[in-house]
């Protein structure tokens, strides 16, 4: 992105910071690095000479302030968690309670039911009052104890909503749709004069949300799909001219295709969103592959939103506006079949589709670490007095991201880039499908 200016990353504050934090109950004792609101994280770390390193395009550092806007010990914090369900949200709503619980001393926490439904005041369902003895052992399973849900609200009800529980903070656990959602929460906010903190964890099991190094929830799906590689491989190894077909979450973004594909080593072919493919290159490719005495075996990956193009029909709209796609992998199932039918030639295809599996287990150990530190740093800026900001990581340090700089685009794999590269060199398919 050549358009990006200094102000793009410049970070909206409710006011200035009142409150001294040296003595806040879970830091007494501490010898702790307040960071400096100076203190920034540069966009590019790689140039092509020192001369050329930008450093006025760089975000805010994130991390405990000297001085917080907010005195905790007034403060109602909210929480709620949008969009389909992920690895790690669990995690994210305990860390969130235990770090302002624990090191502010909020003695008030709300869990929000079922997305923005549970700010909406005619959808009827009362908030959660989130404590030690609920939050405790939640990092253990899938899903999340404040249910989720797609869709919006008006944001001038949702404020109204928060108004009545006197909540002064709310974290917004979800991915581009649902920080779209908290943004307009936290412009109907300043628009009422309400001094909220609106602040994301960016939530999407796609890895699609820009300017950060990856969101909670990647490393567990890909794990899972690994697994699931793994079994197909062995299924189409040890079956007479066997093909394994797996279809993995990836709407618009191809990463756990990818880096599935890269973690088993099992995978001849791979499909994703951002590049094209020539159907019959494909067939014919498998054709070769599985024919081949020395072979007859082949594996192929694809993401649910790749080959959109070969299917036809008109595409549906789900509650957060994003287009329904068709089953590119039932689609797939029925063409390889047909194709090898045609030529007379048995196959034995066994279809895998993991994708809710992906999404509803607990996390594994990286992203349990990650996730907590996304609440953790969340709770740390919300504290500060700043808002309309997600939380993210880059070059390997938390920042802070406005939200309209983090929504502006989804992060997708580069056809040309160094992941796609070692994607091409992994499976020994052509980079461009069309060239048999």
């Not at 624990?102 to 926490?109: A, H, L, M, S």
């Not at 189409?236 to 990463?255: E, W």
Request: glycine content about 10%; overall charge negative; hydrophobic content about 40%.
């Amino acid at each position: 992105m050549d358009d990006l200016t200094p102000s793009d990353f410049q970070v909206r504050r409710l006011g200035p910071c009142r409150f001294p934090a040296d003595d806040l109950p879970g830091l007494h004792g501490l010898v702790v690095h307040f960071v400096d609101d100076h203190e920034h994280i540069p966009y590019h770390i790689i140039t092509n000479g020192p001369e050329l390193l930008n450093t006025e395009l760089a975000f805010e550092r994130a991390g405990v302030r000297r001085n917080l806007f907010f005195d905790p010990s007034k403060v109602t914090a909210g929480i709620v968690t949008c969009g389909g369900v992920c690895p790690g949200l669990n995690d994210v709503i305990r860390a969130l309670f235990m770090s302002l619980h624990y090191t502010y001393g909020v003695t008030r926490v709300l869990g929000f039911r079922y997305g923005f439904r549970g700010l909406d005041p005619d959808h009827g369902k009362p908030p959660m009052e989130l404590n030690k003895d609920n939050v405790e052992q939640i990092h253990t399973t899938g899903g999340t104890i404040l249910g989720t849900a797609r869709g919006s609200v008006p944001a001038e009800k949702m404020v109204q909503r928060l108004k009545d529980f006197n909540v002064n903070m709310l974290f917004v656990v979800g991915g581009d749709g649902s920080q779209k959602g908290a943004h307009a929460i936290s412009k109907a906010a300043d628009d009422a004069d309400y001094p909220l903190a609106v602040i994301g964890v960016p939530k999407t099991i796609d890895n699609d949300i820009d300017f950060m190094d990856k969101t909670f929830g990647l490393d567990s799906a890909v794990a899972c799909a690994r697994d699931t590689i793994d079994a197909a491989h062995t299924e189409a190894r040890d079956n007479y001219h066997g093909i394994g077909l797996v279809k993995v979450m990836g709407r618009d973004s191809g990463f756990i295709a990818a880096l599935a594909t890269l973690a088993s080593l099992n995978v001849n072919y791979v499909l994703v969103p951002e590049v094209k493919f020539d159907l019959d290159e494909l067939l014919a490719r498998l054709e070769r592959r599985i024919t081949d005495p020395k072979v007859h075996h082949a594996v192929v990956v694809v993401a649910e939103g790749a080959g959109q193009d070969l299917m036809k029909g008109d595409r549906n709209i789900d509650a957060s506006g994003n287009v329904l796609h068709k089953d590119i992998g039932l689609f797939l199932k029925q063409e390889i079949n047909d194709w090898f039918r045609k030529k007379g030639i048995e196959v034995n295809l066994k279809y895998f589709d993991p994708s809710y599996l992906l999404r509803s287990q607990p996390c594994n150990a990286n992203d349990s670490i990650y996730a907590a530190g996304l609440a953790q740093y969340a709770v740390h800026a919300a504290m500060a007095g700043r808002t309309d900001v997600m939380i993210g990581q880059r070059h390997n340090q938390f920042i802070h991201v406005p939200i309209p700089l983090a929504v502006r685009r989804r992060k997708k794999i580069d056809p040309r880039g160094e992941l796609w590269l070692r994607v091409l060199q992994a499976t020994g398919q052509p980079a461009v499908f069309g060239h048999a």
